[in-house]
């Protein structure tokens, strides 16, 4: 059922009228000088208008849905008044960081009594806020909890005043970045970086964290970093080692050490490859092209476990290793090559007598779904080299850094969910029966590969509901600062701006935070440094660096304080309306409600004199607030 509002007039002054909104939670602490501007606010998500959550009522449930729907046009109703009523909104998985709960009603000239309660079973209840003694009309209220596990929320009607409607236009349920989701980057770049100067203000005197790029990475809210290893870097074209090793395993020692140094937890990205290694190219290390089957699956657990050893051993144990890097067609191509039809790198192709001279880890995609007996087996022989590979890998992992976590790295391309729905089954039932198994399933969000926001969300809850057991990440994300005119990505809503940039990657953020069961662990953008940079050249100073203002989503977007953001009120025509002096505010780090005061911008004379809505900006010591005054006919006011 559908239910029109009255036209909505605003009041207050302009500026403050602009701060105002319901996703401002805090105004996040000043940063030090950066380059551009980009205006970051602690994320907040409405989880129960994801599409995986769900409504049912002790009446007309075929309706309920439309409590959720983010629509305050839309209603559900009980078939009949007599209370008690319920609603119960399922938010298909636990979370351990929703704070906020807001419930708008249908009828905004009458009085609500109910009871809101949470569980994480739907058989135990806590209450979360208890409004049945309301004696005030209003069409809804903001209430602020702390409830770790929280699947389920219920709302119960004890009554409501007059003839008014038992029903609910929305009830919203805000989660908000948790603690422990990891954000950090890919910094394997800091190795060619050495030379440069990074400053968080390189033209102040006091020029902030710096002057190493990690020192302005974990200054900005970085906490963790990745470092992608070549087994012997060669030069993409023509296959001959690189005169200066980057990103080779002795340099990497290094760079280790660095990150390690600066308390940031340290990720390995095994490439089993000389050069990069991506889908659209596997290639083997030149070390191990010509080895027969047996012995390149040796060569691999051999290699792990060496280095992971040399790396516990000089004290920067890796929190985490991705066994291959995004390895959706398998890695490490032979003599399959043919059957994949790869041409990338040069020096794969143009030396193919030694490159596919033995078979690999490639995986022959073309006959997925085949019914040919022969294409059949070549698929499943594949699917049988790729994952004993793989689990020699994780093997070694398990063996010599028992306390790092395993990764799986893929990508899901735009629509092209079903495939790495293959990949995790295929893979996880093989590797299992090897005696393996890793931990982080992980794929890889570029929009102009990988589809629009939703679809990363979507992909993610596939994930995560298909293979509860496992942890899912976003291994690698970016978007650009500039070009294009400024014109969005393909498949982004975001300009190529520096804001752009921050809003593009706040959105991955929250994609990975809303998973169901906090089954997403983390986020790490790639190369900020060197790919869709976060940093520019200050062009006044030789060889020195300074961030976008866009780094900030690091340290800006967990909310310390949230507020109760918004106050519904009701007036009669020409009335006077009652604004509260102070409101309730949450503190995230003890868990406490507090009451602060508010304010409020003057009503100018005339503002309730007809009947509709009237917004009026209000401001606290840390944050804005909304009052949606309604005004109504007098004698429509049903206080009980």
């Known amino acids: 059922m559908r239910t029109r509002h009255p036209a909505r007039s605003a009041v207050g002054i302009t500026a403050l009228t602009t701060l105002v909104s319901t996703a401002i939670l805090a105004a996040p602490t000043p940063a030090q000088a950066v380059f551009g501007t980009a205006d970051i606010k602690p994320i907040e998500s409405n989880i129960a208008a994801k599409y995986w959550a769900s409504a049912t009522a002790s009446s007309d449930s075929s309706t309920a849905r439309l409590a959720i729907d983010g629509d305050p046009t839309t209603s559900w109703y009980a078939d009949r008044r007599s209370a008690p009523h319920r609603l119960t909104v399922d938010l298909g998985g636990a979370y351990d960081n929703l704070r906020k709960v807001k419930v708008i009603f249908p009828d905004r000239d009458a009085v609500h009594r109910y009871v809101v309660e949470a569980s994480s079973d739907g058989r135990r209840w806590g209450t979360i806020a208890n409004n049945s003694r309301n004696q005030v009309a209003s069409r809804g209220a903001v209430h602020l909890f702390t409830r770790p596990g929280t699947r389920f929320v219920r709302l119960t009607f004890t009554d409501v005043s007059g003839r008014a409607n038992v029903g609910v236009s929305e009830i919203q349920v805000f989660n908000y970045l948790r603690d422990d989701l990891i954000l950090g980057a890919d910094m394997s770049w800091v190795d060619d970086f050495q030379t440069r100067q990074y400053w968080v203000d390189p033209l102040a005197a006091d020029k902030g964290a710096g002057p190493h790029l990690l020192d302005v990475s974990k200054d900005r809210g970085m906490e963790y970093a990745r470092l992608r290893i070549f087994n012997e870097p060669r030069n993409e074209s023509n296959g001959e080692p690189t005169p200066i090793p980057r990103q080779g395993p002795e340099r990497s020692l290094d760079s280790a050490r660095w990150i390690k140094q600066r308390d940031m937890g340290l990720g390995i990205d095994f490439h089993y490859a000389d050069s990069w290694a991506d889908p659209s190219k596997q290639p083997k290390p030149r070390a191990w092209a010509e080895l027969e089957f047996d012995d390149l699956n040796q060569a691999v657990y051999d290699f792990s476990a060496d280095y992971l050893r040399r790396l516990i051993q000089q004290g920067t144990t890796p929190d985490k290793v991705a066994v291959g890097n995004e390895i959706i067609n398998g890695f490490m191509y032979g003599s399959e090559a043919a059957l994949i039809g790869t041409t990338n790198p040069p020096y ?293």
């Open 348 to 640: 794969f192709a143009n030396q193919a007598d030694i490159y596919q001279s033995k078979p690999g880890g490639g995986l022959l995609w073309r006959y997925w779904g085949s019914t040919n007996p022969v294409e059949q087996q070549l698929y499943n022989e594949a699917w049988d080299r790729f994952t004993t590979l793989a689990a020699s890998g994780i093997k070694a992992v398990r063996d010599t850094s028992p306390t790092s976590k395993v990764e799986i790295h893929v990508i899901v391309g735009t629509d092209r969910l079903a495939k790495t729905m293959e990949f995790w089954h295929q893979f996880l039932t093989r590797v299992k029966a090897k005696g393996q198994n890793p931990d982080v399933l992980a794929i890889s969000y570029y929009s102009e590969w990988h589809g629009t926001p939703e679809a990363l969300e979507r992909n993610l809850h596939t994930m995560a509901t298909t293979y509860p057991d496992y942890e899912v990440e976003v291994a690698e994300t970016s978007y650009p600062a500039s070009g294009g005119g400024g014109a969005p990505m393909p498949n982004s809503p975001f300009p190529r701006t520096v804001q752009g940039q921050a809003d593009a990657i706040q959105r991955v953020f929250q994609a990975a935070n809303d998973v169901v069961n906090n089954q997403g662990i983390g986020v790490l953008v790639w190369e900020p440094a060197g790919w869709q940079t976060m940093f520019r050249a200050v062009p006044e100073l030789t060889n020195t660096w300074e961030p976008h203002a866009s780094i900030n989503v690091f340290n800006a977007s967990q909310a310390k304080h949230i507020v109760e953001d918004t106050v519904y009120t009701t007036t009669v025509a020409k009335g006077t309306p009652v604004l509260p002096p102070s409101v309730r505010v949450l503190t995230t780090a003890n868990n406490t409600v507090t009451s602060l005061p508010v304010r409020w911008q003057a009503l100018p004379a005339g503002a309730t004199d007809t009947p509709g809505e009237v917004i009026v900006s209000g401001m606290t010591e840390v944050g804005p607030v909304t009052a949606v005054i309604d005004v109504v006919h007098p004698g429509r006011v049903r206080n009980g």
